[in-house]
Nanobody, 115 residues
Framework: QVQLVESGGGLVQPGGSLRLSCAAS????????VNWYRQAPGKEQEFVAL???????NYADSVKGRFIISRDNAKNTVYLEMNSLKPEDTAVYYC?????????WGQGTQVTVSS
């Protein structure tokens, strides 16, 4: 079974940048679509970005123009580059992929944007 492991979270000042990684234990190239979600304290989980095996991307309006999602199939890793970070980006970020019949989630990585 494929497993997803996120890394790269941390504390950053407003306006700063972070790059999150989602490493797949299996062959990433076989996974059609990988998504990033986030959940802030007291709020519902929300979609952040997705990338398909063909490189098609989509973003939530709240991060469009600031975040970039990409995948490196050779390294079995999906990245989320986050720029111009705002305090409202503070959340636990999760990597997700549907690999039939399983809906896979990583353990999450905390991102805190604060001065």
């Amino acid at each position: 079974q494929v497993q997803l492991v996120e890394s790269g979270g941390g504390l950053v000042q407003p306006g700063g940048s972070l790059r999150l990684s989602c490493a797949a234990s299996g062959r990433l190239a076989s996974i059609y679509q990988v998504n990033w979600y986030r959940q802030a304290p007291g709020k519902e989980q929300e979609f952040v970005a997705l990338v398909t095996v063909g490189g098609i991307t989509n973003y939530a309006d709240s991060v469009k123009g600031r975040f970039i999602i990409s995948r490196d199939n050779a390294k079995n890793t999906v990245y989320l580059e986050m720029n111009s970070l705002k305090p409202e980006d503070t959340a636990v970020y999760y990597c997700n992929a549907y690999v039939p019949p399983d809906d896979l989630w990583g353990q999450g990585t905390q991102v805190t944007v604060s001065s």
